[in-house]
């Protein structure tokens, strides 16, 4: 049996507040599932070499850690400075694209419209964190059957939701979730404990999560909310990703509700 990781990145605006401005009103948990020994033999060798090929090494060799934001809007002497440059921000587009479509991975995005989920939902006293991680674990779960086990991953956010993140997973290993109980759920988990690990650790996956977070969410939000268009380059993206890449119904092929999912 195969060997999975889950690396997820949070998105929008995960609080339980809501109000109708759409960068409260909107959350999201977006996740790539790579197979281990792939992702260390392939993908992870694969992904230093664009990295070094579009943006050098540090004077210590070691190389620039992908943070999306950062990369929008590039410091000028910083690591992603050659992206202010027309034709060198169209190089890393090419292969950007290259990588999200010939990689091997699965995509999982979670999200809400919290202003309709109230609605929908009056009476309602969960945690809208809860339900996100909740519903991505248990797609994880669904995904793992029948191929193997896996571990959860997340990048340290070196605030209170680290600690939220650590009891959520806990709570669901020890007691299961809404749909899934503990029984079912344990064997196919490797780890009592979700792994949160800082940027500093350089970890490739918890980096092309980040990379995918906001392009998955746009694309939910277009798809379910009358979101509007983003830009040309995330919605090449988001086309490889709902054609090819979120984990879908094993018959229809369709990912609605598999690996694109939209509460309420």
């Known amino acids: 049996m195969a060997r999975y990781r889950m690396f997820i990145d949070d998105t929008g605006c995960v609080k339980d507040e809501a109000t109708n401005h ?7 948990i977006v996740a790539a599932i790579f197979e281990i ?13 664009l990295r070094k090929r579009h943006f050098g090494q540090r004077p210590d060799g070691s190389l620039p850690i992908l ?10 002497h910083g690591p992603f400075a050659c992206l202010l440059d027309e034709e060198k921000r169209k190089s890393w587009d090419r292969d950007c694209l290259r990588m999200f479509r010939l990689a091997a991975y699965t ?3 979670v999200c809400i419209d919290k202003i309709d989920f109230y609605a929908t939902h009056p009476n309602w006293e969960g945690s809208i964190y809860e339900l996100l991680v ?3 674990i248990e797609r994880y779960f669904y995904f793992l059957r029948g191929r193997g086990t896996g571990d959860v991953m997340a990048e340290a956010t070196n605030g209170p939701l680290d600690k ?5 997973y806990s709570k669901f290993y020890e007691n299961g979730t809404d749909h899934i109980s503990a029984q079912k759920l344990r064997p196919v988990l490797t780890s009592k404990e979700i792994k949160i690990k800082p940027k500093s650790e350089n970890i490739h996956g918890l980096q092309f999560a980040d990379l995918l977070a906001a392009t998955c969410f746009s694309h939910c939000k277009r798809i379910h909310a009358d979101g509007p268009d983003f830009h040309p ?5 988001a086309d490889i990703i709902e054609k090819d890449k979120f984990y879908r119904h094993p018959v229809t092929g369709d990912p609605k509700g598999y690996g694109r999912i939209w509460r309420p």
């Open 107 to 109: 995509v999982v995005s």
């Open 134 to 136: 909740g519903n991505a």
């Open 22 to 28: 759409p960068q409260r009103r909107f959350g999201g």
């Open 37 to 49: 020994d792939y992702l260390r033999l392939r993908f992870e060798p694969g992904f230093d070499l």
């Open 164 to 168: 939220v993140l650590k009891d959520l």
């Open 67 to 76: 943070h999306l934001r950062k990369m929008k809007n590039p410091n000028p």
């Open 233 to 237: 380059f995330a919605m090449q993206v």
